[in-house]
């Protein structure tokens, strides 16, 4: 069974370990890869907005993957985007306006990654393979958001970013996956046609969308994993923990 899928990505190069703690980069080589596999399994690739239009509150047709990408970092447009013409493959990319042009907030300073600036994303959303959605206005975690909270956070990173694209955005991206229960309803309210979550989160609700996210870690078992939607469940399952105890290196008291 060839479920469909969405799956979660940040930025695309090459770092090692100590400027990317939190393995948000996928090497280029590894990307295609990843790519590669799913063609193999006839795969085909769509926006978010086709997989949305299928929802209905059920699970879409098998056999369909939307690539989507978190932050907006700049090789989203000078690496990201020239592969996936050559592939002719699209994406959804969640940016924060109110971030536009600063270092990542989740990088060492030493890794030089910025975030595309407003003139950097508006050549990127003028590629017909790329739909920008938004991600809050600052990568502010909406896990405890009122209603309120949560709908002015939608709606004004939303209006920044209509503005200054002249055209719809019609998706959104939890940050850090998480959200309140006011969320779903907050989003719908700002006009969005679905929203996405990850980490376990979420199902096939148009405002509560599951994402497999996938990091620099990930080779093939655990990539093969996680398109398969038993990563997670592997993972939290008894023999899991198990021996992730196991892999943890043995610390020696001192005396």
């Not at 969005?192 to 096939?204: D, E, F, I, K, N």
């Amino acid at each position: 069974m060839r479920r469909s899928l969405i799956l979660a990505y940040h930025g695309i190069g090459s770092f090692p370990r100590d400027l990317d703690p939190h393995n948000l980069m996928l090497a280029p080589e590894r990307f295609r890869q990843q790519l590669d596999i799913l063609k193999r399994r006839r795969y085909r690739f769509v926006t978010l907005s086709e997989i949305a239009a299928q929802l209905d509150h059920q699970r879409p047709p098998e056999g369909l993957c939307a690539l989507t990408f978190d932050d907006g970092t700049v090789d989203n447009l000078e690496v990201l985007a020239p592969m996936l013409e050559e592939l002719a493959v699209p994406a959804t990319v969640f940016v924060c306006p109110g971030l536009l042009g600063t270092d990542h907030f989740a990088m060492p300073p030493a890794a030089r990654v910025r975030l595309m600036d407003a003139e950097e994303l508006q050549r990127l959303a003028s590629s017909p393979l790329i739909e920008i959605g938004s991600h809050t206005n600052t990568h502010v975690d909406l896990s405890d958001a009122t209603a309120e909270q949560a709908y002015s956070e939608m709606a004004s990173s939303k209006l920044a970013l209509e503005q200054l694209l002249e055209r719809p955005v019609r998706f959104f991206a939890y940050p850090k996956c998480g959200y309140s229960a006011a969320c779903p309803d907050a989003a719908r309210r700002a006009g969005y046609t679905a929203a996405v979550t990850c980490a376990g989160r979420g199902g096939w609700t148009p405002f509560e969308l599951a994402r497999e996210a996938i990091d620099s870690l990930d080779r093939r078992v655990s990539f093969a994993l996680k398109a398969r939607g038993q990563f997670l469940p592997l993972r939290n399952s008894r023999a899991g923990r198990l021996a992730r105890a196991l892999a943890r290196p043995i610390r020696h008291r001192s005396s």
